[in-house]
């Protein structure tokens, strides 16, 4: 298992712990629970959000999924973070949880910003020496 599949693992785990929910409920699509639902949105808007992965990569993770349900479950997300404050106080818990576990030293979330950062000054230098 590689570093970015224990991050996903660890935030799949902190999902159902905030909404007391089942993983087995929420990666193969078994129930209506408000708590599986809440989870699955959670993380689904987690993983495509904050780990780069497309709606039609959700399929890697979820059962039975496709991208028009996930990008359903991000927008819902997004709209009830803005909207509802318990939804967003449980969503700042599970950030500062997912930030507490901090596989890389320094941090993933600033290795990655790091990382785009390098990545654009160098595709700026390419089309700069191109021209």
Avoid: P, W
């Amino acid at each position: 298992m590689n570093t970015r599949d224990r991050i996903i693992s660890h935030a799949l785990d902190v999902c159902c712990d905030i909404h007391n929910a089942k993983k087995d409920f929420i990666l193969n699509n078994k129930n209506r629970y408000s708590s599986t639902i809440k989870a699955k949105r959670m993380f689904i808007y987690y993983l495509y959000n904050y780990m780069e992965i497309k709606h039609n990569g959700m399929k890697k993770y979820f059962k039975n999924i496709n991208h028009a349900t996930s990008i359903h479950h991000v927008n819902k997300f997004g709209f009830e973070v803005e909207t509802y404050a318990e939804v967003k106080q449980d969503f700042e818990r599970f950030l500062l949880e997912m930030q507490n576990f901090n596989v890389y030293g320094a941090g993933f979330y600033e290795k990655r910003k790091e990382l785009k950062k390098l990545l654009k000054e160098i595709n700026d230098i390419k089309t700069i020496t191109n021209d």
